[in-house]
């Protein structure tokens, strides 16, 4: 269902990039927006001795996919669908980002960045496309962004992904932030998970009705390019399941 193009980002216009930010209440000025292949991003981290900051971890960038829809839903809890009031049904997931700005050995938190976040239901499907095998035009499950508070973090509630064919299971993110120079800066990557806790997830309802996925993260070509280090750490919970991740962005 996706394709493995790294000419899908999208950037946004001045006009459409204030009204959302206008919004979200962030003051961003978008001019030009570097772009870094992951063969070309640094595998670093830098720590502040002495503080309770995350370290900054610089992850590879891998493709945006076909069904990044700016949606401009900014919420936390994103297993609701705004356009009907349906919830969807999964394992709940708690997925935390903390989002710093890499400079040397330095590692400042990004506040009032853009995070949006995006990812299939448990049998497989994205809300607000159209694809060969379904049509959601219209529905907005699943899809939301949060603005990063003054240590750089944002929080999101959702469901553990299912899988579709030809992919591993994953979560897409994309990072709009600004640069030093008062430039935007975007960011895209995508968030993976263990394969044996997958197998545990997937065996339960309403994963179950679908099977068990038929790709593992090794034979997925988007994860060979740097997926083991989006990997995320999971912890069970009363709920379902928390993570978070640091993410350290090399801005100029």
Not at 70 to 98: A, H
Not at 119 to 143: E, I, M, Q, W
Request: proline share 4%; net charge positive; charged share 20%.
């Amino acid at each position: 269902m996706e394709k493995d193009n790294r000419q899908l980002s999208r950037i946004l216009s001045r006009r459409q990039a204030l009204a959302l930010f206008r919004a979200a209440g962030a003051a961003i000025v978008v001019g030009c927006i570097p772009r870094k292949s992951s063969s070309t991003q640094a595998q670093s981290s830098a720590t502040v001795p002495g503080s309770s900051l995350p370290g900054c971890v610089v992850r590879p960038q891998q493709t945006e996919g076909p069904y990044f829809v700016d949606e401009k839903l900014n919420r936390s809890d994103i297993r609701f669908d705004p356009s009907d009031g349906s919830v969807k049904e999964g394992v709940p997931l708690q997925l935390t980002l903390r989002v710093s700005r890499v400079s040397g050995t330095s590692c400042t938190p990004i506040a009032g960045a853009i995070a949006d976040i995006w990812h299939c239901d448990a049998l497989g499907v994205y809300s607000g496309v159209n694809d060969p095998s379904f049509s959601t035009v219209g529905k907005k499950f699943l899809r939301g962004y949060q603005v990063t508070d003054a240590n750089g973090t944002v929080q999101f509630t959702t469901i553990y992904p299912g899988w579709y064919r030809g992919r591993t299971v994953h979560i897409h993110f994309k990072l709009r932030a600004d640069t030093t120079s008062k430039q935007s800066y975007e960011f895209t990557s995508q968030l993976y998970f263990d394969d044996a806790i997958t197998d545990q997830v997937h065996a339960q309802t309403p994963y179950a009705s679908k099977g068990q996925q038929a790709l593992k993260n090794a034979q997925d070509r988007i994860f060979q390019d740097g997926g083991d280090q989006l990997l995320l750490t999971l912890t069970k919970t009363s709920f379902g399941y928390a993570a978070t991740i640091d993410i350290g962005l090399q801005t100029a």
